[in-house]
């Protein structure tokens, strides 16, 4: 994941012409970016219930756990329709990793459990501050999202489940800092990263 973070940043790197970077910032109405996060409410909330119920097996069965997250990746688009307005789109992808043990030990893998949330959420950002160097800017993303889940179990049959679900995601607060190339700072409530960091450029 993180690989492909850095591997979507060159390329948008090198993407934008130098040229474009000149223009003057009311001319700069497209913005496209990539940023990423450490967990989402929502991928929090559902490993967060899933260890609860582990911690209570696990001091009854005396089986260990481990619960890892990969974060959450992000790749949005915006076009600036009003000074104080962008509509765009977002995609984000989130991952985490449950591995169940047979003994306190951790000397055998009882199961694996691999869930991967995937997230398509046309947004709406509201501006409040627009300057040529810092914009601060909420918004709000209403979308479908896709849970895959797999089940690695060493004792019975592998299970994989995959389903469709509303996403949403309100961005509480967002800064963004440079003119034709800008850094991103966000906080979060949904589907994507609770904090987040990016880059991005304006064309």
């Not at 929090?44 to 997250?69: C, E, K, P």
Request: charged content about 15%.
């Amino acid at each position: 994941m993180k690989r492909l973070l850095i591997i979507l940043s060159i390329g948008l790197l090198a993407w934008m012409p130098p040229a474009q970077a000149q223009k003057p910032h009311s001319e700069l109405l497209n913005e496209i970016g990539v940023d990423a996060g450490p967990v989402s409410i929502f991928g929090g909330f559902i490993v967060g219930t899933v260890d609860f119920f582990n911690a209570l097996g696990s001091s009854m069965s005396h089986q260990a756990y481990d619960s890892r997250y990969y974060g959450v990746y992000n790749l949005n688009y915006y076009r600036q329709v009003k000074p104080w307005c962008q509509v765009g789109a977002k995609f984000t992808v989130e991952g985490s990793r449950i591995t169940r043990y047979t003994d306190s030990l951790q000397t055998a893998i009882h199961s694996i459990s691999d869930d991967l949330v995937f997230t398509f959420m046309p947004s709406v950002r509201f501006t409040y501050l627009n300057r040529p160097w810092v914009r601060l800017y909420s918004g709000v993303d209403v979308g479908l999202g896709y849970l895959f889940s797999n089940i690695q179990s060493f004792s019975k049959d592998d299970n994989n489940g995959n389903k469709f679900l509303p996403a949403m995601n309100i961005t509480a607060f967002g800064m963004n800092v440079g003119k034709g190339f800008y850094g991103l700072f966000e906080l979060n409530a949904g589907f994507d990263s609770i904090v987040k960091l990016g880059i991005g450029a304006r064309f």
